[in-house]
């Protein structure tokens, strides 16, 4: 009885001290946990997901299946040159790595003049893990644009759209390498913010696409497309200011395809030709000049054997118009002469002498040096 007793009293004290949460197990030797009340069990919890048969359409949205659609053809391009080794030798290094898109299966890829600029070698890192040497084909730094060729058949391809369809507020996405390879094929989402944005870049005004699809270093040369996986721009560059975010740019499509085809076909973009140097009030302020005039660019230089030089413009002459379309700065005369085809005659309005006079120039092609 005492033993009995005595084991019953220490098993009773035991229990009061952890608050009543054992109870004894007649007729057993050991002591059950008591349950709290609506307990949920730990297995039911974490249980694997049911596999889906198929991804809902409220996933799979127009993003997705662009993303899935240009992804397998945006390549990263990794640009390398010779560079002097503390041990004095030279070792070919990496300069920097941006993202093309393989447009044709052939091994053919838009990119950017920038991403390729100065390179000794190239290499082009696909989607599907492949590493292969590429060539540049032809460069143009005037739109940053450039075609790198690759030695393969059976690549997967982007198709290129229509830029001048675009809608603002439409979907936009980027897809692209930023910071380098470690984030290939990152894929970003954003709308169209604006069009024809006009962007001065040295003596050239562009035309751009806005996106606020986050675009960084890395992105150059990727593709921007649109929400039916169609290709609409090649990201180009961002506004890189302290709180400035979401202003990214794309050179459209439309303006890229006849370049890429020159560059395939030529190695260089075929422009037009007038034959002259020329100061803006900017530029001459930059050279430490003043200049009087209100309107037009001021004549520094003409070359005689020029176009400009043999319909008789002169050093001196301040050009008002071309075509039709006033100038007042270095990028205006470079865009109005740009756009007319090779051989065609223009009309320029000048000033000499304070008389305003009208000339015709039949404008040249570009000589290669140029």
Known sequence: MFKKFGTLFLIGVFGALIGG????????????????QNSIPMQGLLQAPTAQAQVSEA??????????????AVVGITNKAYARSSFNRKELVEQG???GVIFDANGYIATNNHVVEKAQEITVSLADGRVLTGRVLGADPATDLAVVKV???G??????????????????????????????GSVTAGVISA???????GERKFKLIQTDAAINPGNSGGALANADGVVIGINSAKISVAGVEGIGFSIPINTARPILQSLIEKGRVVRPYLGV??????TAAAYGYELTIDKGVYLVQVVKSGPAG???????????????????????LRGAVDAQPVGSTVNITIIRNGNQHAVNVLLEEMPSQQ
């Open 21 to 36: 949460s054992l109870v004894l197990g007649y007729g057993n030797d050991f002591l059950v946990k008591s349950k709290p």
């Open 195 to 201: 069009l024809n944005r006009s962007i001065e870049i």
């Open 151 to 153: 030695e393969a058949t």
């Open 97 to 99: 790595v941006g993202s």
């Open 277 to 282: 140097g020329i100061l803006d009030r900017n």
């Open 155 to 184: 690549l997967p391809t982007a198709t290129f759209g229509d830029s001048d369809s675009l809608l603002v507020g439409e979907p936009a996405i980027a897809i692209g390498n930023p910071l380098g390879l470690e984030f290939k």
């Open 59 to 72: 996933r799979n949205t127009p993003l997705v299946r662009a993303a899935q659609t240009v992804g397998p």
């Open 310 to 332: 043999k319909a008789g413009i002169k050093e001196g002459d301040v050009i008002l118009k071309i075509a039709g379309i006033e100038i007042n700065s270095v990028a205006d």
